[in-house]
């Protein structure tokens, strides 16, 4: 349904199922039916076979879910690729702090240093920390689950541009949004769910909110 390299937005009302699908696909909650299938392959709906066939979420809590608060920035952004850095069994603290850096460099997260902790990290700059930990491992769907709720505008901004320029690498792009300006500005489909079942995808010539909330009520 995702093509590569466009942003596949998910509009919906509150309760249509849109952050659990996201998680189903993912793998942290589990398939009631259904199947998730990646470049022609189907891919076993856990975390990990997700993680290892390029499947990433960017989820809706950053602060709950996204990030490990407590751990520095190097410390979340490396966590889920540990044996890369491993060096005779033990991590290399070198190698951590340099992939940190060029991340948080090429995402533009400010920060005194890659060893501040996550949590002393304004919403814009934890948001685009658990994008770098995910870019480091070259990923081929990225699931956005509200991308800027609690940013400010001119991280929005960022985070807009960082969304178009995975896309036109290939990346396929998901993203949910209850914000229906954001929606019809940054997809290039809309897909509407309604009662944990999508009712409708419009192509972006069709896309207007009248159009979605008829999809959204099922009408």
């Not at 349904?1 to 596949?8: D, P, Q, S, T, V």
């Not at 005194?112 to 990290?121: D, G, I, K, M």
């Not at 930990?133 to 509200?146: A, T, V, Y």
Request: hydrophobic letters at 40%.
């Amino acid at each position: 349904m995702i093509r590569k390299g466009e942003i596949l937005g998910f509009a919906g009302l509150v309760g249509a199922g849109r952050s659990e699908l996201a998680q189903t696909i993912f793998g942290v909650d589990r398939a009631v039916d259904g199947e998730v299938h990646l470049e022609n392959k189907l891919i076993r709906t856990s975390s990990d076979d997700a993680i290892k066939n390029g499947i990433y979420l960017i989820p809706e809590d950053r602060r709950n879910t996204g990030l490990i608060l407590d751990f520095s920035i190097c410390e979340n952004i490396t966590l889920p690729d540990l044996p890369r850095y491993s060096r005779g069994g033990l991590l290399s603290r070198d190698a951590e702090r340099q992939t940190a850096t060029e991340m948080c460099d090429k995402l533009n997260v400010k920060r005194p240093s890659v060893e501040t902790r996550a949590a002393n990290l304004s919403g814009g700059n934890q948001q685009k920390e658990v994008l770098a930990k995910w870019l480091s491992l070259n990923p081929k769907l990225l699931i956005f689950d509200e991308p800027t709720r609690g940013i400010d505008v001119g991280a929005k901004a960022e985070i807009y541009e960082l969304m178009r320029n995975l896309a036109k690498q290939g990346v396929a792009i998901m993203m949910i949004s209850s914000d229906m300006e954001e929606i019809l500005g940054e997809s290039d489909r809309v897909a509407v769910m309604h009662e944990g079942a999508i009712t409708g995808i419009l192509e972006r010539e069709e896309c207007t909110e009248e159009a979605i909330m008829r999809l959204a009520v099922a009408a």
